[in-house]
Nanobody, 128 residues
Framework: QVQLVESGGGLVQAGDSLRLACAASRGTFSEYGMGWFRQAPGKDREFVAAITWSGETTYYADSLKGRFTISRDNARNEVSLQISILKPDDTAVYYC?????????????????????WGPGTQVTVSS
């Protein structure tokens, strides 16, 4: 089974950009569709973005499209999330997650309960 660890979070200013990374170990990384979710204090976990095992297809939350870019490097067993023009509302713990990908991934990519493996999360705090 795959193990995931996020990195790259921190305290940033509104308007800055940030790149989060998620390193995978164990398992066969290229078998997994990957997703990023976030959870702000007092709120439910929210879908941010997902990417197929090949990296050819990506999915984004409609409300976040344009400022977030997900990518993956299967040779390095890593998925990343680039965030631009950060806003205070982006303050949250960001999690990466993995699910074994099949033909249904395009339907399941947005739902946290469909993911089998999660990292511990990385805190992103955006000050105004």
């Amino acid at each position: 089974q795959v193990q995931l660890v996020e990195s790259g979070g921190g305290l940033v200013q509104a308007g800055d950009s940030l790149r989060l990374a998620c390193a995978a170990s164990r398992g066969t990384f290229s078998e997994y569709g990957m997703g990023w979710f976030r959870q702000a204090p007092g709120k439910d976990r929210e879908f941010v973005a997902a990417i197929t095992w090949s990296g050819e297809t990506t999915y984004y939350a409609d409300s976040l499209k344009g400022r977030f870019t997900i990518s993956r490097d299967n040779a390095r067993n890593e998925v990343s999330l680039q965030i631009s023009i950060l806003k205070p509302d982006d303050t949250a713990v960001y999690y990466c997650a993995a699910q074994q990908e099949d033909d249904a991934f395009r339907y399941t990519a947005r739902y946290a309960y469909q993911y089998d493996y999660w990292g511990p999360g990385t805190q992103v705090t955006v000050s105004s």
